[in-house]
């Protein structure tokens, strides 16, 4: 059984909660529910959409038809029905009712054929957590079973007779993307959280100030953000700083300062349609270049990217244990879709990661503490303010093994390929049987869709019954996964890029299939020498060779303007 409903009328009139209600009461009975929500940038009026997809599996699904569309005015229907196939639409207008979205609710529970008294308890449940008059309670219930009576009273009894009333499985529990990404934060020990309000990172917030045990600090731009969450890193803590492309913008200043200090962050970046901005409630990828490419200097942040609802809550536990073992920043990429979308989730696959602190040094009478000391694997021990005879300078000049600014050409390269080896030192330790920075659905198949984030769900369902097609979800971008390199390598199938990521994912072919970039940088820099020209051209010749070698067919790339280096 799969079944789509949407609840539609003007911001502010509770579409959401008739939903969210509704949610909730098929993930206690078992139910697979996809929760979207589409919304305009405006606080009153316009059209506000919540579409859920329910199903008796466990596959996730998401479709143009809706088979149920209860609408609140005519805008609704005349804005949505261009963009989906409406089949059966209710127009939710009844002059005795004065809480639309109880009334709505009672029509659902009708046309799922749940029962009133679920969409009872579930009313009582909620005025347990405030205070409501009894005049408020009473009329929430007799608008609900007003609306189960308006189905009721249906004349066109053609719409499809649905039966959820049955518990079919274990309860689940529904939840939003960035309450995933907050509670594996916060579960993993986040202690600080810094962020600017903006859309579709702002609902981390409210999860956030829930507890009490993390220092929330909401600043006055972006930039005192992303400098905020450094200085409580530098201080110790476990932190974590969110925003969108706007304001991720702002930040690059405090990644660059925490790529040369080493001090790490975390940094949720959640995108949105731009450019500028843009259409700020809406959906986009367009970031990921951006996020590859935060920092200036010889260094790339490290940058995950989970595609799944449980992978999000489990990737903020990775960021921060990161974070804190290789000291660099870390990007959590995210999307306004996988942000602000729900899904039912089994409790047990939100999986929490081990606290890992990293190199902390022991505290020592004697003040010789090198802070950047230079190590095989490019990792220093690291300390904090208040700990005995580990005092440093941390600057966001180059440095010595003390922090001692030092722009010896030297120093500046056994620095630079310090912070190189830390890389290598990830690639090395992280990508094994435990963690893949990649997901291959259908290897055998001819032909493969690369694609990220939540889209996943989408194409996961279209190849579901193709057998000729297979799926590769790019999860750590970087570093990359050497396997995948492995795999595409071995291969002689066809690779497919969706238009939303076509010229996102051919920039980052050129920079996961070149070698020894980083290298030839810090070549060039650590030797102060600026033969642009020459090393461009140098560069350009590596990267065709190297693509076909490794791509075969430089023609098929062409069109995607891959030739054109």
């Known amino acids: 059984m799969k079944v789509s409903i949407g609840f539609s009328g003007p911001a502010g009139s509770g579409v959401n909660t008739a939903g969210l209600f509704l949610a909730e009461i098929l993930s206690e009975k078992g139910y697979t529910v996809l929760g979207d929500k589409e919304y305009a940038s405006i606080i009153k009026g316009d059209n506000n959409c919540f579409f859920l997809y329910i199903s008796d599996e466990n596959q996730v699904f998401i479709r143009k038809e809706i088979d149920f569309f209860l609408a609140y005015d005519q805008y609704s229907i005349s804005k949505n029905e261009p963009i989906y196939d409406l089949r059966h639409t209710f127009m939710i207008k009844d002059e005795n009712c004065k809480y639309r979205n109880t009334f709505t609710l009672g029509a659902a529970l009708k046309l799922l054929n749940l029962s009133i008294d679920e969409g009872k308890a579930i009313l009582k449940r909620q005025f347990s957590l405030k205070s409501f008059s009894q005049e408020i309670m009473d009329q929430n219930y007799a608008d609900l079973e007003a609306g189960y009576e308006y189905i009721k009273r249906q004349e066109n009894t053609d719409f499809p007779q649905i039966d959820c009333s049955k518990v079919i499985g274990e309860k689940k529990i529904f939840m939003y993307g960035n309450e995933c990404i907050a ?83 975390v940094y949720v970046l959640s995108q949105r349609d731009g450019p500028s901005t843009g259409t700020p409630t809406f959906t986009g990828q367009g970031d990921i270049n951006y996020a590859l490419n935060a920092s200036f200097g010889d260094t790339k942040p490290i940058v995950l990217y989970p595609s799944t609802f449980e992978e999000a809550y489990n990737f903020a536990g990775k960021a921060l244990n990161y974070s804190d073992i290789y000291q660099h920043p870390v990007i959590l990429l995210s999307d306004k879709q996988l942000s602000e979308s729900y899904l039912t989730i089994e409790k047990k696959n939100l999986i929490s990661e081990p606290v890992l602190r990293g190199k902390i040094a022991d505290e020592s009478p004697e003040d010789t503490f090198k802070r950047f000391e230079i190590t095989e694997d490019g990792i220093s021990p690291y300390s904090y303010p208040g700990r005995q005879g580990t005092t440093f300078i941390a600057s966001s000049y180059e440095h010595d093994e003390y922090g001692f600014t030092n722009e010896e050409p030297t120093t500046k390269g056994k620095m630079m390929e310090k912070r190189a080896r830390k890389i290598q030192t990830f690639i090395q330790n992280e990508f094994n049987e435990n963690f893949y920075g990649y997901e291959i659905i259908n290897p055998e198949a001819k032909k493969f869709f690369i694609t990220m984030g939540v889209n996943r769900y989408a194409l996961e369902q279209w190849i579901k019954n193709k057998s000729e097609y297979g799926l590769i979800i790019v999860k750590s971008l970087y570093p990359f996964d050497p396997r995948l390199k492995v795999f595409w390598r071995k291969t002689e199938k066809e690779f497919r890029i969706g238009s939303l990521l076509k010229g996102i994912i051919v920039e980052c072919l050129k920079i996961w299939f070149v070698k020894n970039v980083s290298s030839m940088e810090t070549g060039t820099q650590k030797s102060h020498i600026r033969e642009k020209s020459r090393y461009i051209l140098s560069l350009r010749r590596k990267l065709f060779k190297k693509m076909q070698e490794t791509l075969g067919e430089v023609s098929l790339f062409e069109k995607e303007g891959l030739g054109m280096i």
Not at 246 to 262: K, P
């Open 183 to 265: 509670k594996g934060a916060m579960d993993s020990d986040l202690e600080f959280y810094a962020a600017y309000p903006m859309t579709p990172a702002s609902s981390i917030i409210d999860e956030v100030v829930k507890n009490k045990k993390v220092t929330f600090l909401q600043a006055e731009d972006e930039i005192a953000v992303g400098m905020a969450m450094l200085g409580a890193k530098f201080a110790g803590k476990r932190s974590m700083c969110g925003t969108s492309g706007g304001g991720f913008a702002l930040m690059t200043e405090a990644i660059a300062f925490s790529n040369q200090a080493e001090i790490g962050g």
